[in-house]
């Protein structure tokens, strides 16, 4: 006789998959705050773990629940407590655009294939995909915002996470996006590690190559992307990078005429 089936998760409990996303949000919110926190002190040479957040202005410490993700900022009206000093809006930006990216790549790694999959089967890849999509996606937003800040990613933090991606690659080659694998992984045939590690030494060659430059403040970052989502990413990234840089030359050629 064959054993009962399981019920479905979501039969027993309707809202899981949202469950799972809000989880994303709110974990990628956080991250975020985080984030914020590493951008802001790293370059000044400042522990990241110790001290309590500051207000720049009147020093004054920012309390724990102001420093709530996103909502801290909306209850402040962005506006220091004891000061009123303006607070930037990029905090709770950067705060919830980690959040929304978390969302979706929880969408795609943990939800898309059913919910099942985690909340009963207990499969651990879905998870593994989504920590290695997700540690890759916020390193990346975190070595943007240095090189918005006008700084540089450390040239050992770059070579670490660039050789760290390779090593997840090929222990797990199913964490890589689809498509990213020569071929769709059947080349070398049978052997998705060793595809694995072409897909990354291409990626990360392409990235290397294609964001050089001693003006490049984005090289560790476009590496990386390589390193982590392929050559494929590479082209599109400066792809678009170039049409927004035509676009913007043709923006001020327009609005410069007399
Ligand atoms: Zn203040």
Redesign the pocket.
Known sequence: MPAAALPSWTEVFPWAETAILACGFVWGAMLGSFLNVVVHRVPRGASVVHGRSR?P????AVRPRDNVPVVGWLLLRGR?R????PISARYPLVEAGCGLLLTAIAAVDLVSGGVDRILVRGEWLPWAQFAFHGITALTLVAWVLIAAAGSRVPGTAALGAVIAAGLAAVAVPAVLPCGVLPAGGTWPAGQPRLAALVAWAAGTAAGWVASGGAQSRSQAAVTLLGAACGWQMVAVVMAVTAAGRLGRRWAERITARP
């Open positions: 207000c202005r009147c020093g004054a220091c004891d000061c009123a000093a």
